[in-house]
C-alpha cells in the first residue's frame, strides 16, 4: 500500500528499496548546489552531466521533468526546474506553482512506472519557499497522491524541528 513517509537526516542515507531520486535541478541540468550538487557527486557528476548535455539540448522550463540513470547512485533521477518564489508577485501563485512541482513528479514516476520516490523539500533553499508556508499544503497533497496513484514517497527534512511542521 502507498506512503508517504517523512523523515530528516541525509536524503543518501535512505536510497535503499527506492527506485527513484528526485533533483530540484537548475535550467541546463549541470550540478548545482546543495542537494543538487550532493547527487551529482554521489552519482558520477562526469557521467550525469555528459548524459543530460547529450539526451537535452534546450534548457528546462520550470516544472518541466527530465529522467536520466543515476549511475553509481544505482537509482533513476527525476530532475525537476522548480519554481522561484522571488519571480512571483502573489505569494499564492507561488505555492500554487510549487505544488505543482509535487504533483508533475508523481504523476511523471507513475507513467514512467516507478513505485517509490525520495526528495527533499523543494523549494526550500535557494528558490527561497518557507516551510512554515507550504508544509501543510504540501503534505495534504502528496497524502492525496501517493494513495490516488499507488506510489510511496519519502520526503526527506534538514532537521527535526522542520519535520514537526510537517507531520499533521
Known amino acids: 500500500m502507498a506512503k508517504l513517509n517523512i523523515v530528516c537526516g541525509n536524503i543518501l542515507d535512505y536510497l535503499d528499496s527506492k527506485d527513484l531520486i528526485v533533483n530540484s535541478a537548475n535550467k541546463n541540468m549541470f550540478c548545482g548546489s546543495g542537494i543538487c550538487n550532493l547527487i551529482y557527486e554521489k552519482a558520477n557528476k562526469e557521467l550525469l552531466e555528459e548524459y543530460c548535455k547529450k539526451q537535452y539540448k534546450d534548457n528546462m522550463k520550470v516544472n518541466e521533468v527530465r529522467f536520466s540513470p543515476g549511475f553509481d547512485i544505482g537509482i533513476d533521477i527525476l530532475h525537476i526546474l522548480c519554481p522561484n518564489y522571488y519571480e512571483y508577485e502573489d505569494v499564492n501563485v507561488a505555492i500554487n506553482d510549487l505544488l505543482f512541482s509535487y504533483y508533475k513528479i508523481i504523476i511523471e514516476a507513475k507513467k514512467n512506472m516507478y513505485k517509490s520516490i525520495i526528495s527533499v523539500s523543494l523549494g526550500t533553499e535557494v528558490q ?41
Open 128 to 168: 527561497g519557499y518557507k516551510h512554515n508556508d507550504i508544509a501543510k499544503k504540501v503534505v495534504e497533497l502528496l497524502n492525496y497522491l501517493v494513495l490516488k496513484y499507488d506510489i510511496d514517497f519519502t520526503l526527506i527534512l534538514p532537521n527535526e524541528e522542520i519535520k514537526n511542521l510537517y507531520e499533521i
